[in-house]
């Protein structure tokens, strides 16, 4: 009977003896490149030093199939998602921009009457916020991006800063939310390196030299509390027309911002003891093209106008009244005030809406939010982009190749349903290299850090961890 207690015994201190031999890391880099493409890594690999993409690429762990569970997908929306694990229906961030219902005036999504910017739109936890939680405050949570949509929601409600770049000056800046050590840290980083940006790439340089300082001056990933550095990068090209030439320099670049990134923070913390994540916004700005030219079907459809004809559509049942109150990107928003006085049923006057805009040329399919909140899984991800208390009633999705038009604020884009192919990477804290071919969606990165910390999840998170 003594040995098999013995070995129980044995069994348990091996187990205690493990876990003390893999303990959190000391700090979780999460590195999100905006519009970052699998496609464009690949083609521009031959000219890729050791320690930027091929280091990535060779001792991470990588998960070839990502995408987001969710659209339409924009900067601001997708960095919400990997910081919340979750999509706009849950954490409020449908975009970048969205329409107030009270003004009928756009929003951007990080705006606040009070500190200038702020997280006060996005309803729900972070993975930074879970780690100020789980420390009692102790943990050290900053995020860096070219974009003040991007600081701000990747650092999250309670985070120590967001520092970003301010359009006009070209310099690092940051908001009146945040505590005044990160005021202080950022005035006397500006003090020394007061240089102008101007492009992506001064962005990106700009954003990798403040990250590091910010390690040290911050001294993150120095004690046993896990410390969190949220940054962002971007890949987008000019739009050149010689466009090889341009993305090739732009992931050139990359490549060795990311290897005097990591190799700097590893010299800083340890490779034991850091943990990165890199992935994509999952997107990319596309370029207006003239399909017409090349005789390939086109067209345009004019929201504004269709939008004032299925007014005069619904007056001339329900009587005269302004029944639509305006319309934003690809969306119309009804006038539920005025349904209410007339004591009209939002589910009829929404079925015939969308009988009356399927008929429109250049129209694809028209999701009300009806049919949104009772549809099957075959609109999940157009579903779980829309949020019902700030999106519009109705989605028009115009045809692929097709041109939607807003004359009123000349808003114009062009449909097209192209995959942008990007990867997750897990690299560094004694991660085994390994790709991953199954498909995974975005949701599921801030899970599988929260594990890796041994922290909770953020509150609306649902996804499981990738490992």
Not at 236 to 254: C, F, H, I, P
Not at 298 to 323: D, H
């Amino acid at each position: 009977m003594n040995r098999y207690v013995t070995a129980i015994l044995i069994a348990l201190s091996t187990t205690g003896t493990a876990q003390t031999l893999q303990p959190a890391p000391k700090l979780v880099v999460n590195i999100t490149i905006d519009q970052l493409r699998t496609d464009y890594i690949e083609a521009f690999a031959p000219l890729y030093g050791p320690d930027g993409f091929k280091k990535l690429l060779e001792g991470g762990r990588i998960y070839e199939g990502a995408s987001y569970s969710f659209t339409p997908i924009d900067r601001a929306s997708a960095i919400a998602s990997i910081y919340t694990g979750t999509t706009p229906y849950y954490n409020n961030i449908v975009g970048t921009l969205w329409l107030d219902r009270n003004t009928l005036r756009p929003v951007y999504c990080v705006d606040d009457a009070k500190t200038g910017s702020s997280p006060a739109q996005l309803s729900t936890s972070t993975i930074g916020d879970e780690l100020k939680v789980a420390t009692n405050g102790a943990a050290i949570v900053y995020a860096l991006a070219p974009s003040r949509d991007a600081a701000v929601l990747a650092a999250g409600h309670a985070a120590d800063g967001a520092v970003w770049i301010d359009d006009k000056q070209g310099v690092l800046t940051t908001s009146r939310y945040y505590k005044d050590k990160a005021r202080k840290w950022l005035d006397a980083y500006n003090s020394v390196y007061s240089q102008r940006t101007t492009d992506e790439g001064s962005k990106n340089l700009a954003i990798a030299l403040a990250a590091q300082n910010c390690i040290t001056e911050n001294a993150m990933g120095r004690d046993e509390v896990t410390d969190l550095l949220a940054i962002t990068l971007s890949a987008k090209g000019r739009n050149a027309t010689n466009w090889q030439t341009d993305m090739e320099s732009v992931y050139r670049r990359l490549d060795k911002l990311i290897a005097d990134l990591i190799g700097g923070i590893e010299r800083k913390v340890g490779k034991d003891n850091v943990l990165f994540m890199v992935t994509s916004t999952g997107y990319t700005d596309e370029e207006i093209v003239d399909y017409s030219k090349y005789n390939i079907p086109t067209g345009t459809f004019y929201i504004n106008r269709t939008a004032n004809l299925l007014n005069m559509f619904l007056g001339a049942i329900y009587g005269q009244g302004k029944y639509v109150e305006t319309c934003f990107h690809n969306e119309i928003y009804l006038s539920h005030k005025l349904f209410e006085q007339k004591r009209m049923g939002l589910s009829e006057v929404l079925g015939r809406c969308q009988e009356f805009l399927i008929q429109n040329s250049g129209v694809r399919d028209v999701y009300t939010s009806d049919r949104l909140l009772t549809g099957n899984n075959d609109i999940q991800k157009i579903r779980l982009g829309h949020h019902p208390a700030i999106s519009g009633d109705i989605i028009v999705e115009v045809a692929p190749g097709w041109q939607l038009y807003n004359e009123d604020n000349q808003e114009k884009y062009t449909s097209r349903a192209s995959f942008v192919p990007f990867p997750i990477i897990f690299y560094g804290a004694g991660t085994k290299a390994e790709r991953i071919h199954t498909p995974v969606v975005v949701d599921r990165i801030a899970p599988t850090i929260a594990k890796s910390i041994r922290i909770r999840a953020p509150n609306a998170c649902k996804a499981e961890p990738l490992f």
